[in-house]
């Protein structure tokens, strides 16, 4: 895993973490602008993208990360190597394990603004609650399990103020997604049904059709390599076989559980 350092001349640097000695992390959950604005690995690498519009994002999650005494973040555009296709499997096949484990989740919400500090005057709030309940955030397909994953989400405005954490506003955001409140509070994605958690993802879109199926991985707690050109017809496909086949597993898993608590007992009986 990579991860960015804010260094102490404010210089942002890339540290490679291997196994699971991974220090504690900020992880950056936002909507992607167009691809040219977005600060991306090699321009960390040299140094540059700091006059990109997706710039001020990635320097927002690092100082903030720095506020809530985090020396490290991860930010998806540009601690991936995209032009690695096995980087990038990878790390899809990992994000939602990513999101989970990261100490803090900060979700960058550039299309909801405030002219002021959000706890002195209630209309610029009314303002932005309503900005809120309509961002583009909500109706992307990443975001999905970027919403379910984190243990510790809390939301900002383009302005960096913070407007509130997941606990506080879970009935608000239960409104706005569909999603159960028992799913936003952490309980284990497994209890909900196939078609409660395909219907969460119904309406979100994504840039690149298979995305669609294939960002649903960790809500389904499955692996599959990537296919980009398959279309999203086929990357559906797999993915419910994926899933039938987990669940296969598991059933036969809990039958030889089963099986073997029986033959202990049927051994103590006979003892």
């Known amino acids: 895993m990579r991860l960015l350092r804010l260094e102490d001349s404010g210089?942002?640097?890339?540290?490679?973490?291997?196994?699971?000695?991974?220090?504690?992390?900020?992880?950056?959950?936002?909507?992607?602008?167009?691809?040219?604005?977005?600060?991306t690995f090699k321009d960390l690498i040299n140094s540059t993208g700091s006059?990109?519009?997706?710039?001020?994002?990635?320097?927002?999650?690092?100082?903030?990360?720095?506020?809530?005494?985090l020396q490290f973040s991860w930010v998806d555009t540009c601690c991936i190597d995209k032009s690695s296709s096995a980087e990038l499997s990878e790390a899809?096949?990992?994000?939602?394990?990513?999101?989970?484990?990261?100490?803090?989740?900060?979700v960058y919400l550039p299309d909801v603004s405030i002219s002021g500090p959000i706890e002195n005057d209630l209309f610029p709030q009314l303002a932005w609650k309503s900005a809120f309940q309509l961002s583009r955030w909500f109706t992307r397909g990443w975001t999905l399990?970027?919403?379910?994953?984190?243990?510790?989400?809390?939301?900002?405005?383009?302005?960096?103020?913070?407007?509130?954490?997941?606990?506080?506003?879970?009935?608000?955001?239960?409104?706005i997604t569909g999603i159960?409140?028992?799913?936003?509070?952490?309980?284990?994605?497994?209890?909900?049904?196939?078609?409660?958690?395909?219907?969460?993802?119904?309406?979100?879109?994504?840039?690149?059709?298979e995305d669609a199926a294939y960002s649903l991985l960790g809500i389904f707690d499955v692996h599959m390599p990537l296919i980009y050109g398959e279309g999203?017809?086929?990357?559906?496909?797999?993915?419910?076989?994926?899933?039938?086949?987990?669940l296969m597993d598991e059933s036969q898993s809990d039958h030889n559980s089963l099986e073997y608590q029986r033959s202990q007992k049927t051994r103590e009986d006979k003892d």
């Not at 210089?11 to 600060?39: C, M, Q």
């Not at 958690?197 to 309406?203: P, Q, S, T």
Request: with cysteine; glycine share 6%; charged share 30%.
């Open 11 to 39: 210089e942002l640097s890339l540290v490679e973490f291997v196994g699971k000695n991974i220090p504690r992390y900020a992880i950056l959950s936002h909507t992607w602008g167009a691809d040219l604005e977005e600060v």
């Open 51 to 69: 006059t990109k519009a997706g710039y001020r994002k990635v320097r927002f999650c690092t100082t903030q990360a720095a506020y809530d005494g």
């Open 92 to 106: 899809i096949n990992c994000m939602f394990r990513w999101y989970h484990d990261a100490a803090k989740c900060y």
């Open 145 to 175: 399990q970027e919403l379910l994953a984190p243990i510790s989400t809390e939301f900002f405005s383009l302005e960096g103020e913070r407007l509130g954490n997941k606990d506080l506003m879970v009935q608000e955001i239960h409104e």
């Open 180 to 209: 159960s409140v028992q799913a936003l509070q952490g309980c284990p994605l497994s209890e909900f049904s196939i078609d409660e958690r395909m219907l969460w993802a119904e309406r979100r879109e994504t840039t690149r059709e």
């Open 232 to 246: 999203r017809k086929r990357a559906f496909m797999r993915l419910r076989r994926e899933i039938k086949e987990s």
